[in-house]
């Protein structure tokens, strides 16, 4: 069975820290791979994807990839309040297999 | 452009009946997926539709049932509603079947 694993937190972080978020995956053939941000009673929102090894930068946010260590993160620089959120881990194979996702990390930024 | 659009926000049913929900996708995508999300935990696959046809499908039972129309917009029913059923669905489209998935804002069920 394809998993998607992430420790559940909550992680504490103070303002303006870096925020890392960490996910495993079990299926070698995944090849997308996505952070969505969940707020409280509110739907999953993309921030990141990233398809091959190595680092993705957008703003604050970064992913990172490592398919032989079957591992990708989530790095938030400079973290603010309004980061808070449960963050999502999602996985996707080829063809049409569904997108799994991990149970998610609460993430708290302490002002 | 529109995002995608869920409805009923919010649902409350009797054990035992049956719920109809629905979803709009982006303009543009032609394949929906639905998932049921518990509290605390992460959205599980329920079913995927591509160009009307089911083409995927997580492990849950007969009762939960679904539909995609031309405009590929979708349903979600499900029948002899549980207890268990309580959770927030959520409709995701997308463009072809290995593109990123843009989420609608969902609906909460609460059976009771």
């Known amino acids: 069975q394809k998993e998607v694993e992430q420790n559940s937190g909550p992680l504490s972080v103070p303002e303006g820290a870096i925020a890392s978020l960490n996910c495993t995956y079990s299926d070698r053939g995944s090849q997308s791979f996505f952070w969505y941000r969940q707020y409280s009673g509110k739907s999953p929102e993309l921030i990141m994807s990233?398809?091959?090894?190595g680092d993705k930068e957008d703003g604050r946010f970064t992913a990172q990839l490592n398919k032989a260590s079957q591992y990708v993160s989530l790095l938030i620089r400079d973290s603010q309040p309004s980061d808070s959120a449960t963050y999502l881990c999602?996985?996707?194979?080829?063809?049409?297999?569904?997108?799994?996702f991990g149970k998610g990390t609460r993430l708290s930024v302490i002002a | 452009e529109t995002g995608v659009t869920q409805s009923p926000t919010h649902l409350i049913k009797t054990r035992g009946q049956q719920v109809t929900l629905r979803c709009s996708s982006q303009?543009?995508?032609?394949?929906v997926s639905w998932y049921q999300q518990a509290l605390g935990q992460g959205p599980q696959f329920i079913f995927q539709?591509?160009?009307?046809?089911?083409?995927g499908r997580g492990n849950f039972p007969p009762r939960f049932s679904g539909l995609q129309f031309p405009n590929y917009s979708s349903e979600l029913n499900v029948n002899a509603l549980e207890l268990d059923d309580s959770a927030l669905y959520l409709c995701?489209?997308?463009?072809?079947?290995?593109?990123?998935?843009?989420f609608g804002s969902g609906t909460r069920l609460t059976v009771v």
């Open positions: 995701a489209s997308s463009l072809g079947q290995g593109g990123g998935y843009t």
């Open positions: 990233i398809y091959s090894n």
């Open positions: 999602a996985v996707l194979n080829s063809g049409n297999t569904p997108l799994v």
């Open positions: 539709y591509y160009r009307e046809e089911e083409n």
């Open positions: 303009s543009g995508h032609n394949t």
